[in-house]
Nanobody, 123 residues
Framework: QVQLVESGGGLVQTGGSLRLSCAAS????????MGWFRQTPGKEREAVAT????????RYADSVKGRFTISRDNAKNTVYLEMNSLKPEDTARYYC????????????????WGQGTQVTVSS
């Protein structure tokens, strides 16, 4: 069982930047694919970016390509989401997720979830 704790959310103006972090417990972090997802009230949770266990493979939602960067430091059991050029439509609760079965994209492919961190972008 892996436990995930997100941090780094907050209030930022349009065009600003934030860096989210997700710290994971356990000694096998490098075997887990990791993902960042987001959700707004009344909408389904959607994938933002995912990264394979070794970090070589990454995938981004079209809406964040060129603005967001996912990375991981397996020595620190941490995955990051660097968010630049933020827009009001990026406002959401952002969740970190992990799974050691395969590198996936859909929410059902991730078994372990954090509690989320709120990101609010003001216009």
């Amino acid at each position: 069982q892996v436990q995930l704790v997100e941090s780094g959310g907050g209030l930022v103006q349009t065009g600003g930047s934030l860096r989210l972090s997700c710290a994971a417990s356990g000694r096998t972090f490098g075997t887990y694919a990791m993902g960042w997802f987001r959700q707004t009230p009344g909408k389904e949770r959607e994938a933002v970016a995912t990264i394979s266990g070794g970090g070589a493979s990454k995938r981004y939602a079209d809406s964040v390509k060129g603005r967001f960067t996912i990375s991981r430091d397996n020595a620190k059991n941490t995955v990051y989401l660097e968010m630049n050029s933020l827009k009001p439509e990026d406002t959401a609760r952002y969740y970190c997720a992990a799974d050691n079965r395969r590198w996936g994209w859909a929410t059902y492919e991730y078994a372990h979830w954090g509690q989320g961190t709120q990101v609010t972008v003001s216009s």
